[in-house]
């Protein structure tokens, strides 16, 4: 890649300018010319990775386009109004946050412990849920991949599961969060 054989390829030549060995790049021993060098490498590796992300985010929304799934997911942070969960199947991480639509809904966190209790559901680090995963595009121009709860059961908080098709057979599949899976 250029982007990480150019940093290599200056450090080499300001080794070799710095120990007498190359007389070719003498420029290299200004310092204002290499600092201007590594501003505009450290740039464009900065928009390189800019790129990269989008690139992913991208493709991570066309292959779930059409698709509404409800996936494993484990957590991976509790907050005092939302959870944050790693569905590694895709490699997806992403904030659910926890608005009850019921008042009558009381939310306890427990920082010291990460612990967040809704209800009668305790959420905490490393444990299993099960998640729906679709694209919100109600902006068309910033379509999101949205996480919402569906396993614990919270009132008004979860969503009905959705049943899919997992791979090349037709039998219905949910995911769900048993100590039998993985």
């Known amino acids: 890649s250029p982007i990480r054989g150019s940093p290599d ?13 190359d007389k070719t790049y003498t420029e ?22 800019l790129v990269q992300r989008a690139s992913i ?7 779930f386009k059409d698709k509404c799934l409800d996936e494993d997911a484990y957590i991976l942070f509790v907050r005092r109004n939302a959870i944050v969960v790693l569905v590694r199947r895709y490699g997806l991480e992403s904030t659910i946050f926890l608005k009850a639509v019921e008042s009558q ?3 306890v966190y427990e920082e010291d412990k990460c612990k967040l209790t809704v209800g009668r559901v305790t959420l905490q680090m490393f444990d299993r849920v099960i998640v729906q995963i679709s694209v919100e595009d109600c902006n ?5 991949l949205r996480m919402k709860l569906v396993n614990p059961i919270i ?16 039998e219905p599949h949910v995911p769900r969060p048993d100590s039998a899976r993985h």
């Not at 390829?9 to 060995?21: D, E, K, N, T, Y």
């Not at 009132?155 to 037709?170: A, F």
Request: charged fraction near 15%.
């Open 9 to 21: 390829l200056l450090v080499h030549r300001l080794v070799a300018a710095s120990v007498g060995q």
């Open 28 to 49: 290299l021993l200004d310092r204002n010319i290499v600092h201007e060098w590594c501003e505009n490498m450290n740039y464009r590796h900065h928009q390189a990775q």
């Open 140 to 144: 068309i121009q910033h379509k999101k």
């Open 105 to 107: 809904v009381d939310f």
């Open 155 to 170: 009132p008004g908080v979860s969503v009905e599961p959705i049943y899919v098709t997992m791979g090349n057979n037709d």
């Open 57 to 63: 985010a991208l493709h991570t929304q066309l292959y």
